[in-house]
């Protein structure tokens, strides 16, 4: 479990900005891997018949060992992995051989399956870093401009929002509760009291999006270590869920 003490700082740890870049860069990268794999797959396994299908088949495998080699320096460098170049067995021997050792290497096949879903996962980071860094940079800087002529600051629902907490405590044959009724129609910053509890609630907001930020590196850490690295590790880190 992480201290208090690690969750504030996070701010201030260069490796939580290098895990942020990592996230962001997964939405671009993961659209232009499953395209291009999705377009090469599709095209070359109808033509397989045609014969001219299989080097195109070929060459999309060839393609997700380098794409794969590609997202093990990325993670080297932002998620700090240690991941290894892994052989390339397919380098060596007869033609047979080669391709034998490109179709049937697992390794192949796992490095594919983390180039597409990485395509998921970009778009899931992507709308979370879009909403998370928006709101809480704007309610940040919510002093600077809430008094601009013309501008309203605040938080306007379309219908007014009614919340309802209740507590119930049994006394012995005797339910007694208590039932609190608020509603929220809106809530307009007009002040600079109203601007700063703002500007709180946005380093609240900034603080929990950079450790979420942190949480998911972590976790593509460890299954980037277990389909980039050594296949055999996909059992070690399913085990450890």
Not at 26 to 52: D, M, N
Not at 61 to 66: E, K, N, S, T, W
Not at 135 to 148: H, K, N, Q, R
Not at 163 to 184: D, H, K, Q, R
Request: with cysteine; hydrophobic share 55%; charged share 10%.
């Amino acid at each position: 479990m992480p201290s208090l003490r690690s969750i504030v700082v996070t701010p201030l740890q260069p490796r939580t900005y290098l895990h942020l870049l990592y996230l962001g860069l997964a939405f671009p990268f993961g659209i232009a891997y499953f395209v291009i794999l999705v377009t090469g797959f599709s095209i070359a396994v109808p033509l397989t018949v045609l014969i001219i299908g299989i080097p195109l088949f070929i060459v999309t495998l060839l393609i997700v060992r380098g794409l794969g080699a590609v997202e093990r320096l990325l993670a080297n460098l932002l998620l700090g992995t240690d991941i290894a170049t892994p052989p390339y067995p397919f380098r060596d021997g007869s033609v047979i051989g080669r391709l034998r050792a490109l179709i049937v290497n697992r390794r192949t096949w796992t490095e594919c399956g983390h180039l597409l879903l990485k395509f998921p996962i970009g778009i899931g980071a992507f709308v979370f870093l879009v909403t998370g860094l928006t709101m809480s940079i704007t309610f940040l800087a919510t002093p600077v401009f809430y008094d601009e002529p013309g501008l309203r600051v605040g938080i306007f629902p379309a219908d007014p929002v009614t919340l309802a907490p209740s507590l119930s405590i049994p006394w012995g044959n005797v339910l007694v509760g208590a039932e609190f009724v608020v509603t929220v129609s809106e809530w307009a910053v007009d002040s600079l009291a109203d601007a700063l509890l703002f500007s709180a609630i946005g380093a609240v907001l900034f603080l929990l999006t950079l450790n979420i930020v942190n949480l998911v590196a972590w976790l593509s850490r460890r299954y980037t270590r277990a389909l980039l690295g050594d296949p055999a590790a996909v059992l070690d880190w399913l085990s450890s869920l």
